[in-house]
């Protein structure tokens, strides 16, 4: 049975293979670090300059509760970064090329920020300036180029209105007064009077415009920290893609590893129960709670008891008496017999030395044979031993967990290969 997908199985998963999280994490934030003392330092410089307007028609911008300004700034930054600016940056600089400037608007507000980023703080001081420089040329040039071409508009339009009110007056003369041909060109006259003036007084206007491209706030003085590259930047990043990294890896080792380790483990990928777990040391009353356990789950007498892995040995040390109030015949598989005999089975699987497809292969291989798998008993390198005693016999014993094959309750002590210990005789039991 796989991991389930709820937060908890999750972060039970990520403590089992806490190894290749933790790694991870560790490569992750040793790489951010040795790319941090790799990475050359970068320092950046910002110029604060008010753009004003010019005095002629230009692109004017929806005042929102970003943007409160008539000008479009959004506009305007993008001319600061433009490649005719740039140009005119360069050359400001004595023919050095900048490089790239970032602009920033303000909400509600008229400003630019130009900023420059490069390897010395005295050169990306010097190009922010020159960067505003440039773009506030650049805004005037335009302006006067705009303003220089409606002059010449309305220059051009006063000659034409001038000499089309000079060839009126000259038909005047001729015409005699009071007739109607008289009478329209007089009213052309007064027509044309009346535009000359009026282009006159906007070409007037239009000389004294005065041209306000902005004014520098705040000129970039060298910074004395570099902005990048940044300990908190660079250390996030890597302790981030070392999570992610490790998450993944710990996921794919879960899904690949089948090794059961832990009596967790048996439960998690088999969906087998775990009777009793003998691995670690055995605290009093384990061994007659893990007997219990056994008895109250088959369903018969008869139970086969399988080893995984086979070499599996029994535990050199003394067993420990057990008693049993229902008789219980243990099968180890050892004869022909036993799989057709068994009722039930119990596997005692050593952990670490088996995995999950191991398990399913025997449980696959007992259901062929209608043999059921009550649980399984967790052991570490041995299999444990414990002396279960049978009604009504009380001076045979069962040796051990696995036993060399079915007990035959008829055999004096000296003939089974078992340990045994004597208990006091109960009152009315045959000596």
């Known amino acids: 049975m796989s991991s389930g997908t709820g937060l908890d199985d999750h972060l039970a998963l990520l403590r089992r293979r806490w190894l290749p999280l933790v790694g991870c994490v560790v490569i992750g934030c040793a790489a ?26 230009e692109p004017l911008n929806q005042v929102t509760n970003r943007q409160r300004e008539a000008l479009n700034l959004d506009t305007e930054a993008q001319v600061a970064q433009s490649a005719a600016v740039a140009a005119r940056a360069a050359r400001v600089l004595g023919g050095v090329e900048p490089e790239p400037a970032e602009v920033f608007v303000p909400p509600n507000s008229a400003v630019l920020w130009i900023s420059v980023t490069a390897g010395d703080p005295d050169s990306a001081a010097a190009q922010s300036r020159a960067y505003a420089e440039a773009y506030l040329d650049h805004r005037r040039s335009g302006a006067l180029s705009a303003l220089t071409a409606q002059q010449q508009a309305v220059l051009t339009k006063y000659k034409q209105v001038n000499a089309a009110l000079d060839q009126v007056v000259r038909e005047l003369v001729r015409l005699t007064r009071g007739t109607p041909e008289h009478t329209l060109a007089q009213q052309r006259q007064n027509v044309l009077n009346r535009q000359s003036a009026g282009l006159a007084l906007k070409y007037d206007a239009l000389r004294t415009v005065a041209v306000t491209p902005g004014a520098i706030l705040s000129r970039a003085t060298p910074p004395d920290a570099p902005s990048a590259p940044s300990l908190p930047l660079y250390l996030g990043t890597g302790l981030m893609a070392g999570l992610l990294a490790g998450s993944a890896a710990a996921y794919a080792r879960d899904r690949l590893d089948r090794r059961l380790r832990t009596a967790a483990d048996v439960e998690r990928l088999t969906g087998l129960p775990v009777l009793g777990d003998l691995s670690g040391p055995r605290p009093h009353g384990l061994l007659a709670d893990l007997a219990g356990e056994v008895v109250s789950a088959s369903p018969g007498k008869r139970l086969l008891v399988r080893t995984l892995p086979h070499d599996l040995q029994p535990a050199r040390r003394r067993a420990e008496p057990l008693p049993v109030s229902l008789p219980l015949v243990l099968l180890d598989g050892s004869d022909a017999r036993d799989l057709a005999r068994a009722e039930a089975a119990l596997l005692v699987v050593g952990l670490g030395r088996v995995t999950s497809t191991d398990v399913a292969a025997a449980v696959r291989r007992l259901a062929r044979h209608d043999v059921p798998v009550i649980g399984v008993v967790t052991a570490a390198e041995a299999v444990p031993t414990f002396v279960p005693l049978l009604e009504p016999h009380p001076h045979h014993t069962l040796g051990k967990l696995v036993a060399s094959g079915e007990l035959d309750l008829g055999l004096p002590p000296e003939a089974t290969p078992i340990q045994h210990f004597h208990h006091p005789q109960r009152p009315g039991m045959p000596t």
């Open 32 to 57: 951010a670090l040795a790319l941090l003392l790799l990475t050359p330092p970068v320092y950046t410089a910002t110029t604060q300059v008010h753009v004003l307007p010019v005095g002629v028609p």
